[in-house]
């Protein structure tokens, strides 16, 4: 109590975790390694991870490695040499980025992405279970984590829609019907990848029960969101349905069509706590920071909608 008042009890939340992240490294200093937790997330969503990473461990002092976990091409799997070894703080953190990506999990995680035939996420960290935060963009697997066990905690942080991104010069498109009916292609991403594959199916599966006159032998199917934009980028599909957070950030001067507010949901990205972890006390206090105003800043600045 200060002055008559009593601290919020989630101020006080924050400053008991703020302790024990600060403990652990005062009792640990020269006994042990500091901790580095691995972070989870779709391609679609590593931009945003990776500030959130970099922030906490400016501030923090704690290393966030994030991995994406639909894309085995992504740019972070690579190892680049070191630009600036001479500064130390950069070369400890290539170092334990390295010992992350060669670790087993992420190896496993890499074998599973270049060969399952059904990527279901949440079943690879059943199998496996191994990592400390997934960033999640998918009900049906937040439900299925928590149903496994798999889970400590979850925490929404921004929402997501899809929406319809159109070639301008493809003429006039308002919605995916007047798509399937035309002559042009419309690029998709797999029905089980993630929440952006699970919302696309189940929309398209209430227009075949509206109309079952619709075409859907135009659909190219990709098996993620890069994928997905480069062949939309690249003209090979005329038009495609992506988040609304990645047509903001990647194409801010092209107005996507958004799909029905009936037909589709705003879907929460969640960040998991995973009892697979390997310290609790810091997973949640990176959690607790990416839900404040500075992570829900973070969030606006890469097209993401907050509360």
């Not at 500091?34 to 959130?52: I, T």
């Not at 199998?127 to 149903?147: A, I, K, R, W």
């Not at 159109?166 to 990848?193: A, C, M, W």
Request: hydrophobic share 40%; charged share 25%; net charge neutral.
């Amino acid at each position: 109590m200060e002055g008559g008042k009593f601290f919020p009890m989630n101020k006080l939340r924050q400053i008991g975790l703020l302790v024990c992240l600060v403990l652990s490294f005062v009792v640990g200093c020269g006994k042990k390694p500091p901790v580095v937790l691995s972070l989870y997330c779709s391609a679609s969503h590593f931009p945003v991870a990776e500030e959130l990473a970099k922030t906490f461990r400016q501030v923090y002092g704690v290393t966030v490695v994030c991995i994406p976990m639909d894309d085995a091409a992504h740019p972070a799997f690579s190892t680049p040499e070191d630009r600036d070894s001479r500064k130390r703080t950069k070369k400890r953190r290539k170092t334990q980025r390295d010992v992350i990506f060669g670790s087993q999990q992420v190896q496993q995680l890499k074998i599973w992405m270049e060969n399952a035939v059904y990527k279901d996420f949440s079943q690879f960290l059943l199998d496996h279970q191994s990592g400390d935060l997934y960033l999640c963009d998918s009900l049906v697997e937040v439900q299925q984590l928590d149903e496994f066990e798999l889970v400590l905690k979850t925490q929404p942080l921004a929402y997501l829609t899809p929406v319809l991104m159109v070639h301008q010069d493809k003429g006039p498109f308002y919605s995916v019907e007047e798509v399937l009916n035309s002559h042009e292609t419309l690029g998709i991403v797999r029905r089980e990848v993630g929440g952006l594959g699970r919302e696309t199916d189940r929309f398209l599966q209430n227009l075949r029960h509206k109309d079952p006159n619709l075409s859907f032998n135009r659909l190219v199917v990709f098996d993620n969101e890069t994928l997905l934009l480069e062949a939309w980028e690249d003209n090979q599909v005329a038009m495609v349905i992506c988040w609304d957070s990645t047509a903001a950030r990647l194409f801010p001067e092209i107005g996507p069509v958004a799909l029905p507010r009936t037909e589709v949901l705003a879907v929460p990205l969640t960040m998991c706590d995973l009892r697979s972890g390997g310290d609790y006390k810091i997973m949640e206090f990176f959690s607790i920071f990416a839900s404040s105003e500075k992570g829900q800043n973070f969030f606006k600045q890469f097209g993401y909608k907050v509360k």
